[in-house]
């Protein structure tokens, strides 16, 4: 049975093209994954197809009364709330429900034999309703939920206006599946979760009993939890079954078909052009090359596919600092309170970290921290000589207006046209990217061009923040080879093991400092 139909497909944006007579399905019980490059689309369509978008052309039709529930990262939470109370309003329709029953109730001591009959089978079908959404269970629901997803590790009484965007996410997502929607539409959700949680969502969508469509680059969840692959590629959406690697294997055999059917009708359009050029003059063979040419105007001539640009990634390393790039002694991190026991830290020259650790403990606080942007709880940091720094921030500023070429000008201002250009180029972005208002990016072209900056000065600490957020498979393997060949110092929080393993000398696990139980 179909749930979505989407059928002929065409949007652009800007007037770049996006999607050209597309077509898609959704089957009752199917678990989606929509994949491809960054920028190619993904976004857009699940845009699309809950309405927030209008199409320029085509049709999305729903089955009738079906239920969708969609992971909007950008989605505003109400300010003074706290956590507890946001996620109860997933249950805002069974309350409503409830206070319906409640005055039914109340008008049976007034009503006739005949009107209560109604307001009792009224009053019946409302309770099913309520027993059959586990009602009665809601805040032992919010409390499962919520703590597979780390935000009691937060504090369920923490007010939602005074969180991160990660943590934002989180309530936004932990929300959506209280809702038990029957079509669950997910953008990236592991983004912000540890592994922990991975694995905990992982499990929950693998179980989960209705369908979903899921845009996600980590490729073990993809495994794990979908059945089909939707391809966004070149304009067009095409579907496989089975594994991601499957996927792989058929995308490249596909390619290589359209490579040799379109080197192919040019050979034949070389030969026939060459036929009727010697032989249209000739009156005994001129019928012969006409005829010839009629057949050449009627072919549907094939279009090469066009390559999209691959990122290449390159850190330049600055002059050999002193042994310890930066020493931490008896340092406890935190805001108005600790958020970890006083730990001694010591990163020498040229050794790659990972740090690892559930949510909320403080890894991006640690990073900012040893930075010098924001002060310890208590402690003592110092930074060795000759250390220049490279930072990649986890969140970038909101509604950032500057076009990518403004924005990486801002901060190379001596830089030319030609100069700032060709770095944009190397890390896989085109001319549309770069004019495009940084707002207007998708995570993965936002992140590369705050890749881009970085990589324009030579540093010899490396300070990455969540960088393979929002990257594609491409990229995030370049940004390894890029990492493996650095020669510099690399600290690298991260929540995807199958990224560093191997790329670095030790690893962190936060969660061995914190105050908070874990």
Known sequence: MSILNVSHLSHSYGGREIFEDVSFRLLKGEHVALVGANGEGKSTFLSIITGRLTPDAGTVEWAKRVKTGYLDQHTVLQPGMTIRET??????????????MLAAYDKMAEASPEETDRLMQEVGDIQDMLEAGSYYTIDARI?????????????????????SGGQRTKVLLT????????????DEPT?????????????????????????????????AVTNVIYHVDNLHLERYTGSYEKFEEMAALKRRQEETAYERQQAEIRREQDFIQRNKARVATRGMANSRQKKLDKMEVLTKRQEKPKPHFHFQSDRTPSRFVLEAKRLVLGYDAPLTTPVDIRIERNKKIAVRGTNGLGKSTLLRTLLGMIPPVSGKIERGDFVSVGYFEQEESRGNQNTALEEFWQ?????????????????????DHITTKMTALSGGEAAKVRLAKIMQKPVNLLVLDEPTNHLDVEAKKELRRALEEYKGTLLLVSHEPDFYDGLVDSVWNIETWSCRIV
């Open 143 to 163: 409390d499962e939920v919520a703590g597979g997803l780390g935000l009691r590790d937060i504090g369920l009484e923490h007010k939602v206006d005074e969180l």
């Open 87 to 100: 996620l109860r309003t997933a249950f805002d329709d069974m309350v409503k429900a409830e206070q319906e």
């Open 175 to 186: 929300k959506l599946l209280l809702q038990n929607p029957e079509i669950l539409i997910l």
């Open 411 to 431: 901060a190379y201002p001596g830089l030319s046209n030609f100069e700032v250009r060709a770095a944009l180029a190397s890390c896989g972005l085109t001319n």
């Open 191 to 223: 983004n912000y979760l540890d592994d922990e949680q991975v694995r905990w969502l992982q499990q929950y969508l693998a179980d989960y009993p209705n369908a979903f469509i899921l845009v996600s680059h980590d490729i073990p969840f993809l495994n």
